[in-house]
């Protein structure tokens, strides 16, 4: 089930769009005693904000994120499971509890420098001296919060000549960094990332690391995600890393301990150097400075470095090698829980402990943001030996539930489903599984070199060819404004370059994939392919309709997605090009 398709039941089901206007603190649940909540100040926009928003009626700088878009009399606040942290971004718009826009800010990219000399970590309430005056870091007014508000923590982070330029609320870090899924999220607040590891995150026994390949062999337990191994590589092999996980749930239980009345947490930046990073922010007006700065919504993307070039993730039913392995009736049995093949479209909610008798509605959030990992997949090695065997899958009962959560669960009564957060790469969408599949078997063929694109801004997805207003076809979801993704292979065979596109599309749709090649035989850039998306767009995907698309390309060759199995894929690619 997708992230966008998930409806949560803590806001309004009354036809009004509501906009996140900030977090607060991280609460006890009496109702789900497995999972801490976090406070999220909400509020609806006026009705003529609302009007204007569903009407279209404006233009490109319209960001509707200013305080008078909202009635700020009916404001209140919801409380959310930590586990569901990555559903939830400040300045995202919400009606009848289903996301309509992630977030209603400027998205911009800027080359910065994490460091001590240019990151500082305080409350929103900081003041700094500036010509023997002292001024507030985060100008009062600019955002709706209560008094409790301004003790949220920050990133202030230097930009120019200005120190405190960027100001990144705790949770904006803490969701974007450390929480890619329920499960991690759960163990950065309830502090099992580090004082737990051994039981619930990974082995580490079993977890190694090669200076000299630069890979990082991590045991997982079954309850992570792949995805998760990046983030865990952080935190267990380098210091800033260990400090932004750990911080989270120490900086909570100091606080406890002091018996204050808000527990709000504290992280850092968990690398540093140099970074590209994509942000959603609002400006806000400082009128003591005369400039602009920036209150930053939600990180889109970040590009700085992992401690490692490759990651493994092994797991305890990994495939062994055949000749080191041992005899099947040696194995101890593995028995994994059915997962829902058909996910409740039930709501999310924090009211009850999820049964542990239903089955897991796994839900994807498509991300991109790492950028050190685009062309780096989790690397999956066998084994020399498995201990377990798989026998049936257990039978989990199909219990009716009103609601789905992100609890631990309860082996008691419960009417709440299980519900788990993932982040995935964009650029691996799970329609994309069979092709990825055949380009890697493609490249074991003698002659022939295949491997998976790495995308980027140009190659993502399909460019849009009218105002993103207006329906068009190259969104998947014009209701969501989802585009349609791009995947791309290149393949080199006698010394001659080509580029097979695959996009996706509906199901009641039908396509062919794209076979590109230039005149000359060499490799094809991604201008060139942006070009060719673009035209492949006005011909709303029909590649016949494209006539040399850019000068240098041969005509456009096509290939139908009806091969039965991926070796007649691979055997149709190896016909086209041959």
């Known amino acids: ?72 009399k009916q404001a209140k606040e919801i409380f959310v499971g930590v586990g569901q942290s990555p559903l939830i971004d400040i300045g995202s718009l919400w009606k009848n509890g289903l996301l309509i826009n992630s977030n209603v800010g400027t998205k ?16 929103g309430y900081h003041k700094y001296e500036l010509s023997n005056e002292e001024f507030y870091a985060f100008p009062y007014g600019k955002q709706l919060m209560e008094k409790k508000g301004r003790v949220v923590n920050c990133a202030y982070v230097q930009y120019k000549d200005d120190p405190y330029h960027f100001i990144i609320p705790a949770h904006v870090l803490i969701n974007f960094y450390l929480c890619t899924s329920t499960s991690l999220a759960h163990a950065v607040y309830d502090g099992s990332i580090i004082n737990e590891r051994t039981t619930k995150i990974y082995k580490p026994e079993k977890t190694r690391y090669s200076e000299e390949a630069s890979i990082f062999s991590i045991h997982l337990r079954m309850q992570m995600h792949d995805e998760d191994a990046w983030v865990l590589s952080r935190a267990y092999r380098r210091r800033e890393g260990l400090q932004a996980a750990r911080l989270v749930h120490d900086s909570l239980m100091v606080q406890n301990v002091a018996n204050n009345k808000y527990l709000f947490p504290k992280t850092v930046f968990p690398f540093t ?8 922010y609002k400006p806000i007006y400082c009128k003591e400075t005369e400039s602009f700065k920036k209150l930053v919504y939600s990180i889109y993307h970040c590009t700085a470095p992992f401690p490692y070039k490759r990651i493994q993730v092994i797991r305890d039913a990994t495939t062994a090698d055949k000749g080191t392995d041992i005899p099947e009736e040696q194995k101890k049995p593995f028995q994994a829980p059915n997962k829902n093949k058909q996910p409740q479209n039930t709501p999310m909610a924090s009211s009850q402990e999820p049964s542990n008798l239903s089955q897991n509605n796994a839900i994807d959030k498509p991300s991109n943001r790492f950028g050190f990992t685009e062309d780096k997949p989790i690397e999956k090695p066998l084994k020399d030996q498995c201990l377990y065997k798989s026998t049936k899958a257990k039978k989990l009962k199909e219990i009716n539930t009103k609601q789905q959560g992100t609890g631990q669960g309860t082996w008691g009564p419960s009417d709440t489903s299980r519900g788990t957060i993932n982040t995935k790469r964009e650029a691996l969408d799970a329609s994309f599984d069979t092709f990825v599949e055949a380009i890697a078997e493609l490249n074991k063929h003698e002659d022939f070199i295949a491997s998976i694109r790495p995308p980027t801004d140009q190659t993502q997805v399909i460019p849009l060819i009218k105002p993103s207003k207006r329906r068009q ?20 065979h006698n010394s001659k370059h080509f580029c097979l596109i695959d996009f996706k599309f509906r199901k009641n749709e039908s396509y062919a994939r794209g076979l590109l090649c230039r005149i000359d035989g060499l490799p094809i850039s991604n201008q060139i392919i942006y070009e060719t998306i673009i035209k492949l767009a006005k011909a709303r995907g029909i590649w016949g309709n494209i006539s040399f698309p850019n000068e240098l390309l041969s005509d456009t060759n096509t290939m139908k997605h009806s091969a039965p199995s991926i070796d007649a894929f691979v055997k149709n690619i190896i016909q086209k090009i041959g």
Request: proline share 5%.
């Open 108 to 123: 911009e990219t800027f080359n910065l420098v994490i460091d001590d000399a240019h990151v500082q970590y305080h409350p």
């Open 473 to 492: 076809w190259s969104y998947y979801d014009s209701s969501l404004k989802s585009r349609r993704a791009i995947i791309i292979a290149d393949i080199e």
């Open 1 to 72: 089930m997708s992230a966008e398709r998930l409806k949560l039941s803590y806001f309004p089901d009354d036809g009004r769009i509501w906009r996140v206007e900030w977090v607060y603190d991280i609460q006890y649940n009496l109702a789900v005693p497995s999972e801490s909540v976090f406070v999220a100040l909400i509020a609806p926009f006026t009705p003529e904000a609302q009007k204007e928003y569903e009407t279209g009626a404006y233009d490109e700088k319209r960001h509707f994120y200013m305080v008078g878009d909202i009635d700020k």
């Open 273 to 280: 150097g140099p970074t590209n990073l994509t942000l959603c």
